[in-house]
């Protein structure tokens, strides 16, 4: 941009200019500073002719993108002096882009006054009528995208209502509400609204009011009535009635919907979008094209069954495409409507499933991709070994315990071919990288039993959420020994600040003659000392096959004060294992089948080949 100074005759507001050239600003705090020492933030012009005479064009004007309010206060204070002002300090930008324009203007006066948010709608709108796109608003304006979203959703709203909400007469959760109500939703509210004797949900209520309850006025029927052959419930005392059955209702409405959506196709219209029951049409998202040039028309069908058709729109994205001479691709009309796609769907997997369930062998290694990869119906997650320091996380990676379970993470992953480096077996849809559910599946389809359990013991392993009364469960059933898994190390000694277990601690891995002696000596003495024993140095035997009594199966405490997490876990558990008043009798009660404990060995035979043997396999069938 280039600095300059230029007289007030020469300058004039922008139409860009997002305060808007007709509306008077508000000088009310920044003329006292302009009468004082003037004009001293420069203004954003650039140079081109100007429309607006009345506000000082004039064939050599620069237009005032960003400054309004300046140039008003140093108008009135040029007019109190006798028409005398000094020239006021501008910087110059280039001439043509009003895109680039109406950007700079915003974030000027954001920074200055901060506009309401219809202004910030009706400038957004602007915005991407210049070729910007949501995201682009985002990085311009330092906005996410949701903030710039729920702004530009403000266009789903008739006038009155923004004008009310700019007004303050409708708070900001009744408004993000009616952003998602049909324009005929508006209108009813509206009518509430202006009836003294009725009631006009807001905030929370008024969101039940547009979606909840299954109660689907007659009024938004597009099908005859009279041609209806399900239950109408009528209101006595209004003259409102209504859909006995939801799911009849549908039908039918959505069989309508079908039959105007094919009207519209023989009328010409190159492509017809039924949208989504609740999906929204946002208008700033699209933009008007006529039919002749490739408009499509799009059906929108609200929660409560209401219907709006929007006739001659094409997306943002396509029309800048038509201003460059492009033309707009008609998509194929599908084969399957959405009623009769969803009909097939759902007896074709009702066929599937009925058939996997007598199939375990397949049924497993499906369940096994399905836990590794995820699915929009499994979101199984990762356990995360990182701690709550660098150093806790360190202890963790360099862990027997860790390492232990590495060395059949690799297995597992060469089983299935995967990369022997990553992190996890698992890949859930949230994770750093991402498994194939059908490759899966067909991997796992080769491999024998064996194998797929060596897999599916190492995802649940990964998956298996620590800090649970499962993780007790597991300890006593698995006779799992903390001193064989894990190894006392300088993490574990920086933790400790109760003196009273630092003191219990000492006793344990020195001795109680050592406590005794040390009982009245700092914390940091005791855990120097606990640290010389753990070693092994200063002369003291190292301490071999000790745990802290809250890491080992069962924990237990070392004061009586609680806050114990594993000693609460294990409580817990143990309220699983007593028997409830009614019990079976002992003898009668299932017992751990003690053959689950063993792992997997080479020499093992296939449960799925004990199940086969004497049985013919079906032609045509997977064998796992």
Not at 119 to 137: A, S, Y
Not at 254 to 262: P, Q
Not at 441 to 452: E, H, N, R, W
Request: proline share 5%; charged share 25%; hydrophobic share 40%.
């Amino acid at each position: 941009m280039e600095l300059k100074h230029i007289d007030i005759a020469n300058l004039a507001v922008s139409a860009t200019n997002m305060r808007g050239v007709k509306k008077a600003p508000d000088l009310t705090n920044i003329l006292p500073s302009v009468r004082a020492r003037g004009v001293l933030v420069p203004l954003i012009v650039r140079r081109e002719s100007c429309p607006e005479p009345a506000e000082g064009g004039s064939p050599e004007t620069y237009e005032i993108i960003a400054g309004k309010r300046r140039y008003h206060a140093a108008l009135i204070v040029a007019e109190e002096n006798g028409g005398i002002s000094d020239p006021l300090p501008c910087a110059v930008m280039a001439a043509g882009d009003d895109a680039a324009a109406l950007e700079a203007s915003i974030i000027e006066n954001i920074a200055r006054l901060d506009p309401d948010e219809v202004t910030r709608w009706e400038n957004f709108t602007r915005l991407v009528k210049e070729g910007r796109t949501p995201e682009d608003i985002s990085n311009t304006f330092g906005l996410t995208a949701l903030q710039v979203k729920r702004t530009l959703a403000l266009g789903n709203l008739m006038p009155r209502i923004r004008t009310l909400y700019k007004g303050g007469h409708i708070d900001v959760t009744t408004v993000r509400h009616l952003t998602l109500a049909s324009k005929a939703q508006q209108r009813d509210w509206l009518k509430l609204l202006d009836d003294e004797d009725a009631y006009a949900p807001v905030g929370h209520r008024l969101k039940e009011w547009l979606f909840g309850g299954a109660s689907i006025p007659t009024s938004v029927a597009l099908f005859p009535l009279d041609a209806y052959t399900g239950g109408i419930v009528s209101d006595l005392f209004g003259e409102d009635s209504y859909f006995a059955s939801s799911e009849q209702f549908w039908q039918a409405q959505r069989a309508t919907v079908e039959m105007k959506a094919d009207a519209y196709r023989d009328e010409g219209w190159q492509d017809v979008v039924i949208l989504e029951p609740g999906e929204y049409f946002h208008t700033w998202e699209h933009e008007r094209l006529p039919k002749k040039k490739g408009g499509r028309v799009y059906i929108a069908i609200d929660s409560r069954g209401g219907v709006t058709f929007h006739e001659g729109y094409v997306t943002t994205k396509e029309a800048r495409k038509v201003e460059k001479g492009g033309a707009i691709e008609r998509k194929a009309r599908p084969e399957l409507s959405a009623p009769l796609a969803n009909y097939v769907t759902l007896h074709r997997y009702a066929a599937v499933s009925a058939r996997l369930a007598e199939a375990p062998a397949i049924a497993l290694r499906l369940m096994v991709a399905h836990a590794i990869a995820g699915s929009d119906l499994w979101d199984v997650e990762i356990q995360t070994r990182r701690g709550k320091s660098d150093a806790i996380s360190e202890s963790i990676e360099n862990s027997l315990g860790e390492a232990s379970i590495d060395i059949y993470r690799r297995e597992a992953l060469s089983l299935l071919d995967l990369g022997e480096d990553d992190a996890s077996v698992s890949g859930g849809k949230y994770s750093s990288f991402s498994r194939d559910l059908g490759r899966l599946f067909l991997k796992l389809l080769t491999l024998d039993d064996k194998g797929v359990m060596t897999i599916l013991s190492v995802v649940m392993a990964e998956t298996l959420q620590a800090g649970t009364p499962m993780i007790e469960l597991l300890g006593q059933y698995l006779e799992v020994d903390m001193t064989l898994c894990w190894e006392p190390d300088m993490a574990l000694v920086d933790l400790l600040g109760d003196k009273e277990v630092v003191n219990a601690i000492l006793a344990e891995v020195a001795g109680e003659d050592v406590a005794q002696a040390n009982a009245k000596a700092t914390g940091k003495v005791q855990r120097s000392i606990i640290e010389d024993c753990i070693e092994g140095k200063r002369g003291r035997e190292k301490r071999v096959g000790w745990a802290p009594r809250w890491m080992t199966f069962p924990p237990s405490s070392y004061t009586g004060r609680g806050g114990v997490a594993t000693v609460e876990q294990w409580d817990a558990a143990q309220a699983l294992l007593e028997p409830e008043p009614e019990a079976e009798r002992e003898e009668d009660a299932p017992q751990t089948d003690a053959s689950l404990l063993e792992p997997v060995g080479q020499d093992d035979p296939d449960p799925a080949a004990d199940e086969s043997e004497g049985e013919e396999e079906e032609p045509g069938q997977l064998a796992a």
